[in-house]
């Protein structure tokens, strides 16, 4: 429509006056309208729709009405897409994860799906194994949880313990692959997907050895999930503990940082635990930390233990062509001999 009259942002304004140039039953027969600017002026004509910001949609259950005509809109768009062309269609709950990711902005969900995508496809090395078994010997050092309470904003809350891994051990892809399996996870999480995470890098124990293992590739890589091919909102990083000499690889990675995820950055340095508490309530994180919640062991051992019971579900994901496991990898993609259209109903 932003070819016709200017752009109708549903997300932005209260109205369209889409209507008022076309009548609704011809919208889709415009020729120059794509379908996900005409379904998104026929949300207009929906009613409470036109009401609703991106933070009030978010809110509805995945089954809403006023929700379909986004999820019709990027579900087009996304088929659409030249590098998705052997797509032939995408589940309703799985688009969703990145219109809440982006507010129902449909523009850059499509591109927060594409990057996603395009991630898992250059970066087999780890989209391909997502096993907690294959990483269980670091798990148990304590150096990962996601405690069991969100803090007051809903947020879920992460902690990575540098620490505790030994890169004689393991590799920096193998210590990469636990924030990617805890990732795929917590994106299911419908309050997740609304609320977003925090995560806290204690750094205490940071050595030349860790270092020497972190690249640039590998730091595109890190901050592309952390920015921009993961349907997961970050509100805000917190390094404890950093030595000065992590600079030197946190400014590697901060280069490939969007200026919005580099303002949520916050370094608290070895006096943690007052300016933690500024960010953080005493429930919420365990008493290594400041907090009052339980011990880091206790959550790094619980997180474990439920990794495990989602090791057949991480490895569908692994094993799914587009990671939509709604859909079952048959029908996920246009076979030869089958359709040769992408189906857009659903």
């Known amino acids: 429509m932003s070819d016709v009259m200017g752009t109708c942002p549903v997300r932005k304004a209260p109205r369209c006056d889409c209507k008022q140039i076309f009548p609704p039953a011809h919208l889709q027969s415009v020729s120059f309208l794509s379908p996900a600017a005409a379904a998104r002026c026929q949300s207009h004509e929906a009613g409470p729709l036109s ?48 219109l809440r990711a982006r507010d129902f902005d449909e523009e850059l969900s499509l591109k927060l ?60 892809f193998q210590v990469f692959r636990v924030s990617l399996i805890t990732s795929e996870i917590i994106s299911t999480e419908t309050e997740t997907q609304r609320r977003g995470l925090k995560v806290i890098f204690d750094l205490q124990g940071w050595s030349l050895g860790h270092a020497l293992q972190i690249n640039p590739s590998l730091a595109r890589k890190i901050s592309s999930v952390l920015s921009d091919s993961f349907p997961l909102k970050v509100r805000g990083i917190h390094l404890v503990n950093e030595p000065m000499f992590f600079r030197p690889v946190f400014a590697m990675i901060r280069l490939f940082l969007p200026d919005k995820i580099k303002q949520r950055i916050h370094m608290h340095g070895a006096d943690f635990h007052d300016t933690l508490s500024d960010f953080f309530s005493p429930p919420v994180l365990p008493p290594e930390y400041g907090g009052e919640g339980p011990s880091i062991e206790g959550a790094c051992q619980g997180w474990t233990n439920q990794l495990l019971q989602s090791e057949k579900l991480l490895q569908q994901i692994a094993t799914h062509p587009t990671g939509d496991i709604t859909i079952t990898p048959e029908d996920a993609l246009i076979s030869e001999e089958g359709e040769t259209e992408p189906l857009f109903e659903g």
């Not at 986004?70 to 990145?98: D, H, M, N, Q, W």
């Not at 150096?143 to 904003?153: C, E, G, K, S």
């Open 51 to 98: 009401d609703m910001n991106g933070a009030q949609l978010s809110e509805l259950p995945d089954d809403s009405e006023p929700l379909r005509p986004y999820v019709s809109g990027l579900r087009r768009s996304a088929l659409r897409a030249r590098e998705l062309s052997a797509v032939r269609t995408f589940s309703a709950p799985f688009l969703i994860k990145f």
């Open 113 to 172: 799906l594409l990057n996603y995508q395009r991630w898992r496809r250059e970066s087999p090395e780890i989209s391909t194994c997502l096993s907690p078994s294959s990483v269980i010997g670091l798990l148990n050092t304590t150096y990962h949880a996601v405690l069991p309470q969100r803090d007051h904003t809903g947020s879920r809350v992460l902690i990575y313990r540098i620490g505790q891994w030994n890169p004689k051990h393991w590799t920096a």
